[in-house]
């Protein structure tokens, strides 16, 4: 099975993956520096392949961007 991939403004990589119904996540592909997102499937569209790129590209800026958490450290108390 494949999935739909396509590049966004910055020309990153992503894989278009349908979750379930009301959510598809959004994996980075490649030399793609980002983390992985989930966004809300649009309800006029159950298929990512229907999609046009600027659709896709909606999805991707309307997605929380997933915080970055740094380790403990060891040596705090």
Do not use: C
């Amino acid at each position: 099975m494949s999935f739909r991939k396509f590049i966004d403004r910055d020309g990153h990589e992503w894989e278009v993956r349908p979750r379930t119904k009301s959510d598809w996540d959004l994996d980075p592909v490649g030399a793609n520096p980002n983390r992985a997102r989930t966004a809300r499937s649009p309800g006029y569209e159950k298929d990512p392949f229907e999609l046009s790129r600027e659709e896709l590209q909606r999805l991707l800026d309307a997605s929380p961007q997933p915080a970055i958490r740094s380790p403990k450290s060891p040596f705090q108390e």
